[in-house]
């Protein structure tokens, strides 16, 4: 991995069960983000945006592929600890009273 890519993402994937069939919401997705660099996800609603960014932080957690950061595998690290390096910020915001 070279130095100047921070996130690498090789073949992620994640299947919900949905009347007892799994169905892929994202599916053997890959790229890499490099350091200082500035990045949009793009997509129509139910395309899986949401989803990837989730699986990122591991608020969900993947089916398949790896996601390297720093060269360093996300299942390997405290999720604590990577939830202080990837954030994810909801667009509709949690409230308590709920």
């Not at 007892?20 to 599916?27: E, F, H, L, Q």
């Not at 997705?29 to 609603?45: A, C, D, H």
């Amino acid at each position: 991995m070279s130095s100047d890519i921070v996130l690498e993402v090789t073949g992620l994937t994640r299947c919900v069960d949905v009347n007892g069939d799994s169905r892929a919401i994202v599916d053997d997705f890959s790229f890499s983000f490099k350091r200082q660099q500035v990045y949009t996800i793009l997509g129509p609603s139910g395309a899986g945006k949401s989803s990837l960014l989730r699986l990122l932080n591991r608020l969900d957690e993947l089916n398949g592929g790896t996601v390297l950061l720093d060269g360093v595998d996300i299942m390997d690290i405290l999720v604590k600890s990577l939830r202080r390096r990837i954030g994810h910020l909801s667009q509709t915001p949690f409230s308590r009273d709920q």
